[in-house]
Nanobody, 125 residues
Framework: QGQLVESGGGLVQPGGSLRLSCARA??????????VGWFRQAPGKEREIVAF????????YYSDSVKGRFTISRDNVKNTVDLQMDSLKPEDTAVYYC????????????????WGQGTQVTVSS
């Protein structure tokens, strides 16, 4: 861990929005060379995929639980990958991690060797 840096987490009311950002650490020279995913882990639960985006931003994947509410995007000039989260629900509460791979990516966290430290998202009234 530590090759990526997440920001943007916090406390938000149900129905609100947050935007998470993932930036590279110096050990990853060019983030555009990597598939980047967002994962989350709630207390007592396993880490799960939220979304991932391919290198050219021409293909994205979303889990069923966030489809239609979350949007993943990337800026290959700024070397950042963002996760826009709208219509947030209490069940979205978790630590959110961004992860990167030079391989094929996918929904399994084991396919991502590079991780950030995580950012807490809490959805509560």
């Amino acid at each position: 861990q530590g090759q990526l840096v997440e920001s943007g987490g916090g406390l938000v009311q149900p129905g609100g929005s947050l935007r998470l950002s993932c930036a590279r650490a110096p050990s990853i020279r060019i983030l555009s060379n990597y598939i980047v995913g967002w994962f989350r882990q709630a207390p007592g639960k396993e880490r799960e995929i939220v979304a991932f985006i391919n290198r050219s931003a021409t293909s994205t994947y979303y889990s069923d639980s966030v489809k239609g509410r979350f949007t993943i995007s990337r800026d290959n000039v700024k070397n950042t990958v963002d996760l826009q989260m709208d219509s947030l629900k209490p069940e979205d509460t978790a630590v959110y991690y961004c992860a990167a791979t030079a391989g094929i990516g996918g929904t399994d966290s084991k396919g991502y060797p590079y991780w950030g430290q995580g950012t807490q998202v809490t959805v509560s009234s």
